[in-house]
């Protein structure tokens, strides 16, 4: 029986060639629209205009006012690995254009019947050039005032298994907007029009960042951003970061440019991620537009033909900046944007250091106002000692407390301080909502989310600096245990390394079934001691030590701060709500609690005035 021979190697076909690249290249209409928005753009283009029918498969028309492209290169810019960008390894290793690999046009070309008019700057007239997805037409004079016209018909006409691939017209056009999008949003000082089926959806004047982010996203997303601006050895990242109250189900609003090229990064992501990853609800997404500048021998852009892949020479660098610069943004008290400030996408919206926490003192603050303690050595009772001589007890009537000071007259004029954002409290709702009045108007405040995420930042400041007071208990508290919550604790005694103590806490074993808990931290010896215990036992068993205090520092403190945070249906006194007030104003990430959830919401007085038909 013949045995099977190996064919021979033959050298490909260059039509053949062009189209097995045209499959990483052009997977669809809107990455032929990508790499003809790069040339346009590489050529110095201020103004581009982009047509598509049929959501790009009947006809892809890209016209720019660039510097145009010569006779003597039309032939060559439909040939493969011909490029005017690189001409060394020197040249690819600091590429600082978009288009360099040469590819490109020539399999656009080779799955498409493609033409280019073009007319280079002090040219008498333009010339055109044509493609029929094999031969190339011979070039000839054509009417063009400047730059060039690039039109793509009947895409992939004559590789039919790869057009049955394509998905109906508004699903590509979907596509085609969104790398239309990307390229707008990179190049403000560039204007965009986009037509499709000879309607025009999107046009875009030239003007500042903030404007293109405007018209590009919207109002409410330029609204609720913060404006991003970091500088460090030789690294910059610029641009807008929504809040965290400004998030998405999906990750449709995010968008990552390195040295001008939109990229989808893996290290960049992750580093975003963790930014977000205590101020953002687990289920949701957030939103941005944000560029990283750097030498561009730093960052290697030739790792994929699509060029969204780069590989950074320095990854762990590149990973602590961006995440360092949009966490320091991020932890800035979120408050309120008055009149004068709300053009401003970032400033510390509480006109003070967001560590500076002495309001009292403050000449502008009404004295009669008492500030919660909630230092890392606050005594016990919680609320109830924390103001001395204020006298409080959990059967207080509600109408007491809504009396502001207790009787004392208080000037309005405080409530329209802007020192003050979140205001004065007034009343507090079912033991769970506070109510203050501001300059804007009515703020509501959940107090426990307020003052978990203000205990959980200080149980983080308190670590880092491994200074988490403890406080012994005058009563040691014994429970019931498990043996892997025994041995757990057994473990951590024999290790010798301290991890319980560096949380605060000291434990005993007084039977094999049997723990005690002899010392809490400070600021939550109030909580209760043996569900606290077992929460932390719970992290320490199924994570280890190491990345209990590490990765997953931030759960475990999370659940420490909830047992700490005061509970509902507590009732307080107006001194001790102001005081909340007050250290959230000064707390870092106060407008969201550790879960992602928000804190208050402002109700302007306008929403008011709708709400009962004042000036109908």
Same mark, same amino acid.
């Given at each position: 029986?013949?045995?099977?021979?190996?064919?021979?190697?033959?050298?490909?076909?260059?039509?053949?060639? %062009?189209?097995?690249?045209?499959?990483?290249?052009?997977?669809?209409?809107?990455?032929?629209?990508?790499?003809?928005?790069?040339?346009?753009?590489?050529?110095?283009?201020?103004?581009?205009?982009?047509?598509?029918?049929?959501?790009?498969?009947?006809?892809?028309?890209?016209?720019?006012?660039?510097?145009?492209?010569?006779?003597?290169?039309?032939?060559?810019? /439909? @040939?493969?690995?011909?490029?005017?960008?690189?001409?060394?390894?020197?040249?690819?290793?600091?590429?600082?254009?978009?288009?360099?690999?040469?590819?490109?046009?020539?399999?656009?070309?080779?799955?498409?019947?493609? *033409?280019?008019?073009?007319?280079?700057?002090? *040219? !008498?007239?333009? &010339?055109?050039?044509?493609?029929?997805? %094999?031969?190339?037409?011979?070039?000839?004079?054509?009417?063009?005032?400047?730059?060039?016209?690039?039109?793509?018909?009947?895409?992939?006409?004559?590789?039919?298994?790869?057009?049955? #691939? /394509?998905?109906?017209?508004?699903?590509?056009?979907?596509?085609?907007?969104?790398?239309?999008?990307?390229?707008?949003?990179?190049?403000?000082?560039?204007?965009? *029009?986009?037509?499709?089926?000879?309607?025009?959806?999107?046009?875009?004047?030239?003007?500042?960042?903030?404007?293109?982010?405007?018209?590009?996203?919207?109002?409410?997303?330029?609204?609720?951003?913060? *404006?991003?601006?970091?500088?460090?050895?030789?690294?910059?990242? &610029?641009?807008?970061?929504?809040?965290?109250?400004? %998030?998405?189900?999906?990750?449709?609003?995010?968008?990552?440019?390195?040295?001008?090229?939109?990229?989808?990064?893996?290290?960049?992501?992750?580093?975003?991620?963790?930014?977000?990853?205590?101020?953002? $609800?687990?289920?949701?997404?957030?939103?941005?537009?944000?560029?990283?500048?750097?030498?561009?021998?730093?960052?290697?852009?030739?790792?994929?033909?699509?060029?969204?892949?780069?590989?950074?020479?320095? +990854?762990?660098?590149?990973?602590?900046?961006?995440?360092?610069?949009?966490?320091?943004?991020?932890?800035?008290?979120?408050?309120?944007?008055?009149?004068?400030?709300?053009? =401003?996408?970032?400033?510390?919206?509480? +006109? $003070?250091?967001?560590?500076?926490?002495?309001?009292?003192?403050?000449?502008?603050?009404?004295? =009669?106002?008492?500030?919660?303690?909630?230092?890392?050595?606050?005594?016990?009772?919680?609320?109830?000692?924390?103001?001395?001589?204020?006298?409080?007890?959990?059967?207080?009537?509600?109408?007491?407390?809504?009396?502001?000071?207790?009787?004392?007259?208080?000037?309005?004029? #405080?409530?329209?301080?802007?020192?003050?954002?979140?205001?004065?409290?007034?009343?507090?709702?079912?033991?769970?909502?506070?109510?203050?009045?501001?300059?804007?108007?009515?703020?509501?405040?959940?107090?426990?989310?307020?003052?978990?995420?203000?205990?959980?930042?200080?149980?983080?400041?308190?670590?880092?600096?491994?200074?988490?007071?403890?406080?012994?208990?005058?009563?040691?508290?014994?429970?019931?245990?498990?043996?892997?919550?025994?041995?757990?604790? =057994?473990?951590?005694?024999?290790?010798?390394?301290?991890?319980?103590?560096?949380?605060?806490?000291? #434990?005993?074993?007084?039977?094999?079934?049997?723990?005690?808990?002899?010392?809490?931290?400070?600021?939550?010896?109030?909580?209760?001691?043996? @569900?606290?215990?077992?929460?932390?036992? !719970?992290?320490?068993?199924?994570? +280890?030590?190491?990345?209990?205090?590490?990765?997953?520092?931030?759960?475990?403190?999370?659940?420490?701060?909830?047992?700490?945070?005061?509970?509902?249906?507590?009732?307080?006194?107006?001194?001790?709500?102001?005081?909340?007030?007050?250290?959230?104003?000064?707390?870092?990430?106060?407008?969201?609690?550790?879960?992602?959830?928000?804190? &208050?919401?402002?109700?302007?007085?306008?929403?008011?005035?709708?709400?009962?038909?004042?000036?109908?």
């Amino acid at each position: 029986m013949p045995r099977n021979l190996p064919n021979a190697i033959k050298l490909l076909p260059d039509q053949l060639i %062009n189209q097995i690249a045209a499959g990483e290249v052009v997977e669809r209409p809107a990455s032929a629209l990508k790499e003809l928005l790069e040339n346009s753009l590489d050529a110095g283009s201020s103004d581009i205009q982009v047509s598509l029918m049929q959501g790009g498969i009947k006809q892809l028309r890209v016209a720019d006012n660039g510097k145009g492209i010569p006779q003597d290169d039309l032939k060559m810019a /439909l @040939t493969r690995h011909a490029t005017s960008k690189i001409f060394s390894l020197e040249d690819l290793e600091a590429v600082a254009s978009l288009g360099f690999r040469g590819e490109a046009l020539a399999s656009i070309a080779s799955v498409s019947r493609t *033409t280019i008019v073009s007319r280079a700057l002090e *040219t !008498k007239h333009a &010339w055109r050039i044509a493609s029929d997805g %094999n031969e190339i037409s011979v070039i000839e004079p054509a009417a063009l005032d400047f730059g060039t016209v690039i039109e793509v018909n009947d895409l992939y006409f004559n590789t039919p298994a790869r057009r049955k #691939f /394509l998905k109906t017209d508004s699903t590509e056009f979907g596509h085609s907007e969104e790398a239309f999008t990307r390229v707008a949003l990179s190049r403000p000082d560039v204007s965009f *029009t986009l037509q499709h089926n000879g309607r025009v959806l999107s046009r875009f004047v030239s003007g500042s960042p903030s404007k293109r982010f405007n018209e590009v996203l919207g109002a409410e997303f330029a609204a609720e951003s913060i *404006t991003i601006v970091e500088e460090a050895a030789g690294l910059r990242l &610029w641009g807008v970061a929504a809040k965290p109250t400004f %998030n998405r189900n999906s990750r449709d609003t995010q968008y990552v440019y390195v040295n001008g090229r939109f990229v989808r990064d893996k290290l960049i992501a992750h580093a975003i991620r963790q930014a977000y990853q205590d101020v953002l $609800h687990h289920d949701r997404h957030p939103a941005f537009v944000l560029f990283l500048e750097l030498d561009p021998s730093l960052v290697d852009v030739n790792v994929h033909p699509s060029k969204t892949e780069v590989r950074f020479r320095d +990854g762990q660098a590149i990973h602590r900046f961006i995440y360092h610069s949009l966490n320091k943004n991020l932890a800035t008290p979120t408050g309120l944007s008055n009149a004068a400030t709300a053009s =401003q996408a970032a400033h510390n919206p509480f +006109g $003070h250091s967001p560590f500076t926490s002495q309001y009292s003192n403050s000449p502008n603050y009404p004295q =009669q106002q008492t500030q919660i303690n909630l230092n890392a050595n606050q005594p016990s009772a919680f609320y109830g000692t924390l103001f001395g001589g204020l006298k409080h007890s959990s059967d207080s009537s509600l109408t007491e407390n809504l009396t502001p000071f207790s009787g004392q007259n208080f000037d309005a004029q #405080f409530a329209q301080s802007s020192d003050f954002p979140l205001g004065f409290a007034v009343a507090q709702i079912h033991g769970v909502y506070i109510l203050a009045q501001n300059k804007l108007g009515l703020v509501v405040i959940d107090m426990h989310a307020a003052h978990e995420r203000i205990m959980y930042e200080r149980l983080k400041n308190a670590l880092d600096t491994k200074q988490v007071p403890m406080q012994p208990l005058l009563i040691p508290v014994s429970f019931n245990a498990d043996r892997l919550e025994v041995a757990t604790v =057994q473990e951590e005694l024999s290790s010798g390394l301290d991890n319980l103590q560096q949380l605060g806490f000291e #434990f005993a074993i007084l039977s094999p079934n049997t723990l005690a808990v002899r010392a809490v931290p400070t600021m939550l010896q109030d909580a209760d001691a043996v @569900t606290l215990a077992r929460n932390v036992l !719970k992290d320490l068993r199924e994570f +280890g030590a190491t990345r209990a205090l590490t990765e997953r520092r931030n759960e475990l403190l999370g659940t420490m701060a909830c047992h700490a945070a005061v509970r509902a249906n507590r009732i307080l006194t107006i001194p001790e709500m102001n005081g909340l007030l007050r250290d959230m104003e000064a707390t870092e990430r106060s407008g969201m609690c550790n879960h992602g959830r928000p804190t &208050w919401f402002q109700v302007s007085m306008s929403d008011l005035d709708k709400m009962f038909m004042r000036g109908k």
